[in-house]
């Protein structure tokens, strides 16, 4: 247990709303990860962080933005919500000294 | 550019059967982590294994065992004596060794173990 959690666990929201999705990790780790999944494409890449206030972009990052004011919170941030990111999103820690990533337990989104 | 291929989009077994699942990882890099990660129905990401790319040899833990060639580019992935706990979608996720510990999830592969 890398000591993940997510909130919300489900959120049902409208199209057009701000939605904002908080990881937290209770042990320092400097790497933090959002993915998102769907079927057929497995599991890629929104944001990462590489410390407070350091992140960067990965490959579906349009319509999200993140922001880490402390090591243990990294916030998305659906500016307008459409229904294309309608999703599970995955947050994930990497622990020092280490390249495996350990996953959060997932927040499922419907934008309706 | 780096690519990854499971093309078992999914795989039907009876129990006690001994089942692969394939991985391909095509890229030009000499340096680079291998993973298989196990997501059952539940949802939750279960890491099981990484592998670097200077370490060929197999890897046996338990019922699972992992075989690594560098020459055809494949991360293969066996589960013997499947059992029906196993029914889950199994993830292929390479590294490169880039710094930022970016992975590259594969499509996946459900396994069904039937009773």
């Known amino acids: 247990d890398a000591g993940i959690t997510q909130s919300p666990r489900h959120k049902v929201t409208e199209t057009g709303t701000p939605v904002t999705l908080r990881c937290h990790q209770t042990e320092n780790h400097r790497y933090m990860y959002w993915y998102r999944q769907d079927p057929g494409h497995g599991l890629r890449l929104i944001h990462y962080s590489y410390g407070v206030k350091d992140t960067d972009k990965g490959e579906v990052s349009d319509g999200y933005s993140v922001s880490r004011s402390k090591t243990e919170d990294f916030l998305l941030t659906l500016e307008s919500a459409t229904s294309s990111q309608t999703s599970v999103y995955f947050c994930a820690i990497k622990l020092a000294g280490e390249e495996t990533q350990y996953f959060g337990p997932g927040t499922r989104l419907l934008v309706l | 550019a780096q690519k990854v291929t499971q093309a078992q989009t999914e795989i039907s077994v009876v129990e006690k059967e001994d089942v692969t699942l394939d991985c391909v990882y095509e890229?030009?890099?000499?340096?680079?982590?291998l993973f298989w990660y196990k997501q059952p129905p539940s949802g939750e990401l279960v890491f099981l294994i990484r592998?670097?790319?200077?370490?060929?040899q197999n890897e046996i833990s338990g019922r699972y065992s992992w075989n690594f060639q560098k020459s055809t580019s494949s991360f293969n992935f066996t589960i013997t004596a499947s059992q029906v706990v196993d029914s889950a979608v199994y993830f292929c996720?390479?590294?490169?060794?880039?710094?930022?510990?970016?992975?590259?999830f594969g499509t996946g592969t459900r396994l069904k173990v039937l009773a």
């Open positions: 592998r670097n790319s200077f370490d060929e």
């Open positions: 996720a390479p590294q490169p060794a880039s710094g930022t510990y970016k992975y590259i």
């Open positions: 890229t030009r890099d000499t340096t680079y982590y």
